[in-house]
């Protein structure tokens, strides 16, 4: 019998208990499983070794739960080391203005959207874009230009629709009506 014949023997002999024996140890199904897996594709590296143990199904148990521990170990770490952290930051603004502008980049040519995302947004100057694209830095000041005409005329198309709400305060009361809740993106 070869190596890849008692491998898949085994498998098919021990597969299901062995999912069984390491959900009563870890108390997630998927866990079970993927330890399982983990342990015959470490048989599956070195099916000479595998071949010659006196008890596979012992051997599988074991890398199994040990697998299984280190990754329940490498876990807590990780958690602990979240709450220390605390909360993500909140990133999503959603003020009128971003929510207009975000969807007025999805609108855009994927070079355009990157190129001005990676510029403006990023900070990045000319050439990292280039090369962070792949592409040459005369490309890059092209979608540059074309995505900030195009960005441009979507945003004057959303406030003119009304999509976009238009903000007022104390300070800016005398200001021009088609100047509130503009962005301008031709700097």
């Not at 070195?46 to 074991?62: D, H, I, Q």
Request: glycine share 8%.
């Amino acid at each position: 019998m070869s190596d890849g014949d008692l491998i898949s023997e085994v498998y098919a002999g021990c597969y299901r208990r062995l999912v069984v024996q390491l959900y009563a140890v870890t108390g997630d199904l998927n866990e079970a499983q993927e330890a399982v897996q983990e342990a015959f594709t470490r048989a599956l590296v070195s099916p000479g070794r595998f071949a010659g143990l006196e008890n596979p199904e012992a051997w599988l148990r074991r890398v199994a739960v040990n697998w299984a521990r280190s990754r329940y170990r490498r876990r807590r770490v990780l958690d602990g080391l979240l709450r220390r952290i605390g909360p993500p930051p909140a990133v999503a603004d959603h003020c009128p203005e971003h929510l207009a502008l975000l969807a007025a980049l999805r609108a855009l040519p994927e070079g355009q959207r990157h190129a001005l995302a990676l510029h403006y947004l990023v900070d990045l100057p000319v050439d990292e874009v280039a090369a962070t694209l792949g592409v040459s830095a005369g490309t890059v000041k092209s979608r540059l230009s074309r995505g900030r005409h195009a960005l441009a005329a979507l945003l004057a198309d959303t406030e003119s629709d009304g999509t976009a709400a238009t903000t007022t305060n104390a300070t800016n009361a005398g200001a021009d009506a088609t100047q509130v809740g503009r962005i301008d993106v031709r700097s």
